[in-house]
C-alpha cells in the first residue's frame, strides 16, 4: 500500500476523526475536536494520518513531546489506530517509523506507548518491548 503521512492542522483534524473513532468509540465529533484542541494546546500534541492511493485516511497518530524522572526526554504516542481494512498493510509500522525520525530529529532517544492486550502482538513486532512499569490509574469522583 502506497501511503503518504501529514500532520494535520487544526482545519484538518476532522479528517482524522472517523479512523480514532474505531478505537474511541465513546467520543463523538465535536469531543474529539475539543480534546485534540486541549491536547495541543496544553501539552503539544500533534494529529498524524495516513493517506492510502485513492487519498483515503487509512491511519492516525496522536504524539506528544514529554519529559518524565523515569524516561527522560521522549515521545510519547497516545493514540495509534489503522482503518479495520488496512489493517496488515504496514500502515502502523510507517506512523511509528514517522515517530521514530520525529523523536530523533528532536534529541529524544526513545518512544514511548500504552498498550491494549490486543495490539501487544503488533508492537512487539515493529521492536517495542514491554517495559516494567504497570499502568495503574484511580478514577476521581
Given at each position: 500500500?502506497?501511503?503518504?503521512?501529514?500532520?494535520?492542522?487544526?482545519?484538518?483534524?476532522?479528517?482524522?476523526?472517523?479512523?480514532?473513532?474505531?478505537?474511541?468509540?465513546?467520543?463523538?465529533?465535536?469531543?474529539?475536536?475539543?480534546?485534540?484542541?486541549?491536547?495541543?494546546?496544553?501539552?503539544?500534541?500533534?494529529?498524524?494520518?495516513?493517506?492510502?492511493?485513492?487519498?483515503?485516511?487509512?491511519?492516525?497518530?496522536?504524539?506528544?513531546?514529554?519529559?518524565?524522572?523515569?524516561?527522560g526526554?521522549?515521545?510519547?504516542?497516545?493514540?495509534?489506530?489503522?482503518?479495520?481494512?488496512?489493517?496488515?498493510?504496514?500502515?502502523?509500522?510507517?506512523?511509528?517509523?514517522?515517530?521514530?525520525?520525529?523523536?530523533?530529529?528532536?534529541?529524544?532517544?526513545?518512544?514511548?506507548?500504552?498498550?491494549?492486550?490486543?495490539?501487544?502482538e503488533?508492537?512487539?513486532?515493529?521492536?517495542?518491548?514491554?517495559?516494567?512499569?504497570?499502568?495503574?490509574?484511580?478514577?476521581?469522583?
Amino acid at each position: 500500500m502506497q501511503l503518504t503521512l501529514r500532520r494535520l492542522s487544526p482545519a484538518d483534524w476532522p479528517l482524522a476523526y472517523p479512523v480514532v473513532r474505531e478505537l474511541r468509540t465513546h467520543l463523538d465529533e465535536a469531543e474529539f475536536l475539543a480534546r485534540t484542541a486541549r491536547m495541543a494546546d496544553r501539552y503539544g500534541s500533534e494529529l498524524y494520518v495516513a493517506f492510502d492511493e485513492a487519498g483515503a485516511v487509512v491511519g492516525a497518530m496522536g504524539m506528544r513531546p514529554l519529559e518524565t524522572y523515569n524516561r527522560g526526554w521522549h515521545l510519547h504516542v497516545d493514540d495509534l489506530v489503522t482503518v479495520t481494512a488496512a489493517q496488515g498493510h504496514g500502515v502502523g509500522t510507517a506512523l511509528l517509523a514517522l515517530a521514530d525520525r520525529e523523536a530523533r530529529s528532536r534529541g529524544m532517544t526513545a518512544v514511548y506507548l500504552d498498550s491494549r492486550p490486543a495490539a501487544e502482538e503488533f508492537y512487539r513486532k515493529v521492536g517495542f518491548t514491554r517495559n516494567t512499569a504497570v499502568g495503574m490509574n484511580r478514577r476521581l469522583t
